[in-house]
């Protein structure tokens, strides 16, 4: 089992920006990926960001792509994802993922609680 706890989450102005961390126990993080996901109020859970094991793979939504970076320190068993330029609509429950790249964009395997990340306009 893998434990996954966010933080980072908050208020922040359009234009501002926020940076997320996720903070794994448990099993070995090793040869598993990290994703993010958001879920905002009546709508579905998104895919928002992935990076392999080793960092050498990233993946982003395109509603993303140049605002958000994806990374992750595995020696400190920690994930991140920086937030620039953020935007009204990027408000949401944001998630913390873990497991098999090639799933990690669909299904992974392991969850964290959230944190919520509210935009003002």
């Known amino acids: 089992q893998v434990q996954l706890v966010e933080s980072g989450g908050g208020l922040v102005q359009a234009g501002g920006s926020l940076r997320l961390s996720c903070a794994a126990s448990g099993r070995t993080f090793s040869n598993i990926a990290m994703g993010w996901f958001r879920q905002a109020p009546g709508k579905e859970r998104e895919f928002v960001a992935a990076?392999?094991?080793?960092?050498?793979?990233?993946s982003y939504a395109d509603s993303v792509k140049g605002r958000f970076t994806i990374s992750r320190d595995n020696a400190k068993n920690t994930g991140n994802l920086q937030m620039n330029t953020l935007k009204p609509e990027d408000t949401a429950v944001y998630y913390c993922?873990?497991?098999?790249?090639?799933?990690?964009?669909?299904?992974?395997?392991?969850w964290g609680q959230g944190t919520q990340v509210t935009v003002s306009s």
């Open positions: 990076i392999s094991w080793t960092g050498g793979m990233t």
């Open positions: 993922a873990a497991g098999a790249w090639v799933l990690i964009r669909t299904s992974p395997t392991y």
